[in-house]
């Protein structure tokens, strides 16, 4: 599992012209489920979505998390993190796991969170959808959080 996490002051989603969610202070998650993805990898990454210590303290050290903060996070699946270059200039998605399955275990991730959060302070994309992210990244601030095969990397 991979998920892009930008520390944002506000960020929305669209869907066809539609709001379909949005936040202010806090996080948005592009969310990538691997093939070889279980519920372990969900729950471990939603609590370190969720306890990731990259918002600001008084003394302006990146110490805080959304536990502390209150922040939101803007949740929005996102197959392309798996994108392939080894072989030519056109991205293979194989790593990337089949959608009704990514789609349970997004879903699964999204649940996780609320349980950590709170349902109010988590907003997501909809599965499947072509969609216009908005956001303005405070910082900037980018993590990529990696963790399959029950080994964790962080680039």
């Not at 950590?116 to 969609?131: E, H, I, P, Q, S």
């Amino acid at each position: 599992m991979r998920i892009l996490i930008q520390r944002v002051s506000r960020a929305s989603v669209t869907v066809d012209s539609e709001l379909i969610g949005s936040i202010g202070h806090g996080l948005v998650a592009f969310v990538g489920i691997h093939e070889a993805d279980t519920e372990v990898e969900v729950q471990w990454m939603a609590e370190k979505t969720a306890q990731i210590r990259i918002f600001e303290d008084n003394l302006k050290k990146m110490n805080l998390s959304l536990m502390e903060t209150g922040g939101s996070v803007l949740a929005v699946s996102q197959f392309t993190l798996y994108g392939d270059l080894k072989k030519g200039n056109r991205p293979n998605f194989m790593a990337a796991a089949e959608p009704e399955r990514a789609e349970r275990l997004y879903e699964d991730y999204l649940t996780n969170l609320r349980g950590l959060l709170g349902t109010d302070r988590v907003a997501n994309g909809k599965f499947r959808a072509r969609m216009a992210v908005e956001l303005t990244n405070d910082g900037p601030v980018t993590i990529l959080l990696q963790r399959e095969n029950d080994k964790t990397v962080t680039l």
